[in-house]
């Protein structure tokens, strides 16, 4: 037990995080050509990068899907997840996350924090999973650490803790100074290696410095560091190195390192600190699941009873792999396990150690490994996995709402029972699609969370599953909420067609709320029963799908309970649910509802002459400008958006700009639509 125990200790499960084009999918590639795990490095403009396996990855220049590498660095095992960083694809990012235990954020060191990279470090946050920072392209005109640390101290508010000082600027970039150990580590031109040395005079004087200032923030945050910085002035290497695995792992701290992994600079000591500050299955908590009701702990042990959760599910041509981390326990081939979802045993047919598109069996998995299985049927993104006799259920990752919707049909006729079964499968492999029926027109509707991702899942209908579709023009998905609300509706549900009637009455109120959905009873003196009121309230949350202005989710709203009777007889859950239902429907009609559309927040770089035209067009799409900043003969602007607008922005943008335009864009929730947008 102890080996297996020590074997668990060298093991990292992280994930590569940040903005599109932040340079995540090269950095994957340096650490798998480091680790001797690929020959070749693979560049995303030539197409040739190992987790960027997919066509239309590999045309359009972008990360869609997360993939799963496996590679080992200085003894230990190093799991890795390369994930999207377009805001459309942050669905996969949080399935991804919900499974590592560490990760590496990476910035440009040029454009510092952007919009998706502030989202990923609030997913991160979200789930507790500590990060160390990699400033990234440190090569490029422009590239500044010091303003991109600065951009992470103000922007995602953690402690940035900075470890390396950069030898040479822009271009003549060839080199770190490791402040932890005061040595230098040089990159020659052409070298995959660097060589390590005595920090270069010129840089001494500025490299002292700065350690002075890295132990100071670390005897801040830290109170065994205090304690020798109190007593030496400084801090020894090992007490330094100490300190900044604990604060990493307590996220108290973030350890800053640099580079450019295009030219294959900074990725060994990247590789370093993953090893040393990030934490192994063995240094977090013990994962929480619930069974019966009650809440139970599974330590990361693989002697203890096996339980995994599933986190994405993908379809080839061989058959289906569902992806999993293994929590405790361990599987075999062959093994039967329960899924704790569709409540049935299936048989692990085989299991894979993953490297992107390609796969190595083995023989078994064990706790902390991140592995894809074949040969389960029913197993879906969020189901969990566990012993038949050690039942137990974990929290699945969120999945987010989607925004965007387009209809689509076959164009020949005969397709038809095919195109459903390959939204099916679409549906199945990314759970952020939604396949729905419109019951007025008949349509096939398929919902996502942009223009993008409703792009590429259209693209692998008709290359994954050579059917040719019609696509309709996207539209974005509404809501509806209270703007004044109504009190003392009355409403009585009384039916009788023979046998057993249907009795219930009850006294809504209904008011505007932020956000959400919530109920109360305000009920005295028992006239409603406590199960009646539970069943009212499921009502009224059946109403909430549909609302008056134009069959819309209501959302922002909350429902009080505050009088109703019952019938001696004639009264029952389902009357009351009834109820409920059509009482906050009628209820509903009586408020002044308000129509809200999605909106997101844009950012976008304009040469600096193309200022006022842009500022026009996003002003004609209602847009709100709330920034602009310079930098660097470019203009910075910054503006929220209706998502209805932002069709075809692109192709607009780079015609005004000369193709030298770009934006990006990150949901900001919902506003108030004007009367004049169309609701159906």
């Known amino acids: 037990m102890r080996t297996n125990l020590n074997t668990l200790a060298v093991v990292r499960n992280l994930g590569i995080l940040a903005h599109v084009d932040a340079g995540k999918t090269t950095v994957t590639e340096r650490i798998l050509y480091a680790t001797g795990?690929?020959?070749?490095r693979g560049e995303v403009h030539d197409g040739t990068t190992i987790t960027d396996f997919d066509p239309q990855e590999r045309d359009r220049g972008i990360t869609i899907f997360a993939a799963a590498v496996s590679c080992a660095w200085d003894g230990h095992r190093i799991n890795l997840i390369d994930t999207p960083g377009h805001v459309d694809f942050a669905d996969e990012v949080e399935r991804s996350l919900r499974v590592l235990d560490g990760a590496v954020a990476v910035f440009d060191a040029v454009a510092g924090v952007e919009p998706q990279s502030e989202s990923v470090w609030r997913q991160a946050d979200r789930h507790g999973v500590p990060r160390i920072a990699f400033v990234n392209k440190l090569d490029r005109a422009g590239a500044d650490l010091d303003t991109a640390v600065a951009s992470i101290r103000e922007r995602l508010h953690p402690a940035p803790l900075v470890v390396q000082l950069p030898i040479g600027t822009e271009g003549g970039f060839r080199g770190v100074v490791d402040l932890v150990r005061m040595r230098a580590l040089?990159?020659?031109?052409?070298?995959?290696?660097?060589?390590?040395?005595?920090?270069?005079?010129?840089?001494?004087?500025?490299?002292?410095?700065?350690?002075?200032?890295?132990?100071?923030?670390?005897a801040e945050l830290h109170a065994g560091a205090l304690e020798e910085f109190c007593v030496q002035a400084?801090?020894?290497?090992?007490?330094?190195?100490?300190?900044?695995?604990?604060?990493?792992?307590?996220?108290d701290g973030i350890v800053v390192l640099c580079g450019s992994a295009y030219r294959n600079r900074g990725i060994e000591p990247l590789l370093d600190a993953v090893v040393s500050y990030l934490p192994?299955?063995?240094?977090?908590?013990?994962?929480?699941?619930?069974?019966?009701?009650?809440?139970?702990?599974?330590?990361?042990d693989p002697a203890a009873p096996f339980a995994a959760l599933a986190f994405k599910v993908n379809a080839t041509p061989t058959g289906r792999l569902t992806y999993m981390r293994v929590y405790s326990g361990t599987v075999?081939?062959?093994?039967?396990?329960?899924?704790?979802?569709?409540?049935?045993?299936?048989?692990?047919?085989?299991?894979?150690?993953?490297?992107?598109?390609?796969?190595?069996?083995?023989?078994?998995?064990?706790?902390?490994?991140?592995?894809?299985?074949?040969?389960?049927?029913?197993?879906?993104?969020?189901?969990?996995?566990?012993?038949?006799?050690?039942?137990?259920?974990?929290?699945?990752?969120?999945?987010?709402?989607?925004?965007?919707?387009?209809?689509?049909?076959?164009?020949?006729?005969?397709?038809?029972?095919?195109?459903?079964?390959?939204?099916?499968?679409?549906?199945?492999?990314?759970p952020s699609l939604v396949v729905r029926t419109d019951p007025e027109t008949g349509q096939t509707v398929l919902s996502g969370m942009g223009e993008l991702h409703l792009e590429v899942a259209a693209e692998k209908l008709r290359i994954g599953h050579g059917l040719e579709v019609n696509v309709g023009r996207p539209r974005v998905s509404y809501r509806e909420?209270?703007?004044?609300?109504?009190?003392?509706?009355?409403?009585?549900?009384?039916?009788?067609?023979?046998?057993?009637?249907q009795f219930a009455h009850v006294v809504l109120d209904v008011e505007p709320l932020d956000e959400g959905f919530e109920f109360r009873s305000a009920v005295v003196g028992g006239r409603v029963p406590q199960e009646y009121v539970r069943a009212v309230e499921a009502g009224c949350r059946d109403a909430l799908a549909e609302g008056p202005l134009g069959g819309h989710p209501v959302t922002g709203l909350r429902v009080t309970l505050t009088d109703g009777s019952t019938h001696v007889k004639d009264s029952s859950d389902t009357a009351f649910r009834t109820a409920g239902r059509l009482g906050l429907r009628e209820a509903l009609r009586a408020c002044a509802m308000v129509l809200l559309e999605p909106v997101v927040?844009?950012?976008?770089?304009?040469?600096e002459g193309a200022v006022g035209g842009v500022l026009g067009d996003l002003a004609a799409r209602r847009g709100r400008v709330s920034g602009s900043t310079a930098r660097g003969g470019s203009a910075v602007l910054t503006a929220t958006v209706p998502l209805a607008e932002l069709f075809g922005y692109a192709t607009r943008l780079r015609s005004r700009t000369q193709g030298r335009g770009t934006f990006t864009a990150r949901p900001a929730g919902y506003a108030p639509a004007p009367a004049v947008t169309p609701v159906r």
């Open 186 to 218: 040089v990159w020659a031109d052409g070298a995959d290696t660097a060589v390590e040395g005595p920090v270069p005079e010129e840089l001494r004087q500025e490299a002292e410095r700065r350690r002075r200032l890295l132990a100071e923030a670390v």
């Open 37 to 40: 795990t690929i020959h070749r």
């Open 234 to 251: 400084t801090l020894s290497p090992q007490t330094l190195a100490a300190a900044l695995r604990d604060l990493t792992r307590s996220g």
């Open 332 to 430: 075999e081939k062959g093994d039967a396990v329960w899924d704790t979802g569709a409540r049935r045993t299936e048989r692990i047919g085989r299991i894979l150690r993953v490297q992107a598109d390609r796969h190595a069996q083995v023989d078994r998995a064990v706790a902390g490994d991140i592995v894809a299985v074949a040969g389960l049927k029913s197993a879906h993104a969020g189901t969990t996995l566990c012993a038949p006799d050690a039942p137990l259920v974990l929290e699945p990752p969120g999945v987010a709402e989607p925004v965007v919707s387009v209809a689509v049909e076959a164009r020949r006729s005969t397709d038809a029972d095919k195109l459903a079964s390959a939204l099916a499968r679409l549906a199945e492999e990314d």
């Open 481 to 501: 909420t209270v703007g004044r609300g109504v009190s003392g509706l009355v409403f009585r549900h009384v039916k009788q067609d023979g046998g057993a009637g």
């Open 280 to 300: 192994s299955p063995l240094d977090v908590p013990a994962v929480r699941g619930t069974h019966d009701g009650t809440e139970q702990e599974r330590a990361a």
């Open 601 to 607: 927040e844009v950012t976008v770089t304009v040469p």
